[in-house]
């Protein structure tokens, strides 16, 4: 329908500011929009591939938003090790944290599955870190607040325990 116009290299830097300011301002798609524009002119950025990543993330809780596996799509593109992992995380994380905002009755066992693959990935991510980097170790911990905060953020019935399935 529209043939989209292409970005400057030297635009790049600047592009990138504005989408820092668009998820601040909770207009994931403008923000979305600009890192495809990135990434069209230089698809390895590391910087715009991550805010695409978390841009997409943040629309999780809205009609018509991104898939969990198209936004891990955007996984492998991640370079580093630790990052891959920590990013696994935010995905999980943030697709348990727009169902339980969404308050479904009966989505509490489904938040805390979301949750618990988050806190693997933030565990994984921790013996990748480097030196000084907590950040797994407080979106874990975020993620364990959360899920003795709520009480109905529980397991199925259902599910057993992993020490029951070995």
């Known amino acids: 329908m529209f043939d989209l116009k292409k970005m400057s290299r030297e635009g790049i830097r600047r592009a990138l500011g504005k989408v820092e300011r668009y998820r601040l ?24 591939l991550i805010a695409l990543l978390l841009a997409l993330t ?41 169902l339980r905002d969404r308050n479904a009755p009966g989505s509490g066992p489904v938040v805390y599955d979301w949750l618990r693959q988050a806190m693997e990935h933030y565990e994984r991510a921790e013996q990748l870190r480097p030196e000084g980097n907590d950040d797994a170790i407080s979106r874990w911990n975020t993620c ?5 905060k709520h009480p109905q953020v529980r397991p199925s019935a259902a599910a057993q325990p992993l020490s029951m399935l070995e």
């Not at 301002?25 to 715009?48: G, M, T």
């Open 25 to 48: 301002l909770n207009e994931p798609w403008q923000a979305e929009s600009i890192c495809r524009d990135v990434l069209d002119a230089e698809p390895d950025n590391q910087e715009a």
């Open 58 to 98: 943040n629309q999780f809780g809205y009609e018509g938003g991104p898939s969990v596996e198209n936004v891990r799509a955007l996984l492998p593109g991640i370079r580093e090790k630790y990052e891959q992992a920590y990013y696994a995380g935010i995905i999980c994380e943030r697709k348990g944290s727009a």
């Open 144 to 148: 364990a607040r959360v899920i003795m």
